[in-house]
């Protein structure tokens, strides 16, 4: 059964550092890896999307990556700024096209 | 173009009360998904609607729980009676097609739920 975990649970850096969101899986057949970002009463918001041929993505200053065989993904955010403040999500897509999940990590950046 | 609609954005019940959310997801998306997600832990797939069939209902606790998507358009989530367990926030949401190789879920803003 796959499973998602991500480290830290929760994570507070001043404003201008750059900072990394580890996610780990258990089971390396996955079809594709996703990080969301959730704000509080705003539902989730895609920020980028891996699959499973490709080994990184960018947008903007957010760049992911994905080692299928160590089963582990890290999200790359440059340049902080407190706007990031979120939770982060992490999330796999199984061979049946469902979302697995992680718990997240609650970024807070201070000004 | 218009998100995934969810209503109502906040709801507080005794335990044991009957509860319905509503979900109308973006046009012409074929497959409709139904999370709860506890407080501190990841979503957790309740229903997943194929236009008006049901693909998969493993995780929903059908003692409680029932969904249905009339038309293949909109949804309803009910639980019926709620225990304080299941506070949580639900969330809606759609996607184009089902297992196609890029199938992207787009959320709605969830409803957060408080059983007392």
């Known amino acids: 059964k796959q499973e998602v975990t991500q480290i830290p649970a929760a994570l507070s850096v001043p404003e201008g550092e750059n900072l990394v969101l580890n996610c780990s899986f258990t089971?390396?057949?996955?079809?594709?890896l996703q990080w969301f970002r959730q704000d509080p009463g705003k539902g989730l918001t895609s920020l980028l999307l891996?699959?499973?041929s490709q080994r990184e993505q960018t947008s903007g200053r957010l760049n992911a990556s994905l080692d299928k065989s160590s089963g582990r993904s890290t999200l790359y955010i440059a340049a902080s700024q407190p706007g990031d403040s979120a939770t982060y999500l992490c999330?796999?897509?199984?061979?049946?096209?469902?979302?697995?999940w992680g718990a997240g990590t609650k970024l807070i950046i201070k000004p | 173009e218009a998100g995934v609609a969810q209503s109502p954005r906040y709801k507080i019940i005794e335990k044991r009360q009957s509860v319905a959310f509503w979900c109308n997801p973006i046009?012409?998306?074929?497959?409709l998904y139904w999370y709860q997600q506890i407080l501190g832990q990841g979503p957790k797939l309740l229903i997943q609607?194929?236009?008006?069939?049901?693909?998969?209902d493993s995780q929903l606790p059908k003692d409680r729980f029932s969904a249905e998507r009339l038309k293949g358009v909109d949804s309803t989530l009910k639980i019926q009676p709620a225990k304080l367990e299941d506070s949580a926030v639900y969330l809606c949401?759609?996607?184009?097609?089902f297992g196609s190789g890029y199938n992207e879920q787009f959320f709605g803003p969830g409803t957060r739920l408080t059983v007392l």
């Open positions: 949401a759609s996607s184009l097609l």
């Open positions: 046009s012409g998306h074929a497959t």
């Open positions: 609607f194929q236009n008006n069939g049901v693909v998969d």
């Open positions: 089971d390396s057949a996955i079809y594709n």
């Open positions: 891996i699959q499973s």
């Open positions: 999330a796999v897509w199984d061979s049946n096209y469902q979302l697995i």
